[in-house]
């Protein structure tokens, strides 16, 4: 089950469960849309695997398995 986490890795914007922006690695480290295609070229700063959108999860299941709201953040050279 994917954790969908609140927050891009890099530069902390929100990410809403069902945000169309959301990038996710297989390890899903979630990043901004903006920050996967500008800051890092479409691939994870940590794994180097590729980043895609991440699946929307319907919002009745969000009912019985809820979004993370466990903020992870990674200091990357290239976020600062």
Known sequence: MLQLR???ECCDRDL???SREARICSFECTFC???AETRFDGLC???GGELTA???RPPAALV???ASAERVRKDHAQCA
């Open 6 to 8: 609140p927050n891009c």
């Open 16 to 18: 809403a469960p069902g």
């Open 33 to 35: 849309q903006g920050c």
């Open 45 to 47: 700063p940590n794994c």
């Open 54 to 56: 991440r699946p929307i």
């Open 64 to 66: 019985r398995w809820p």
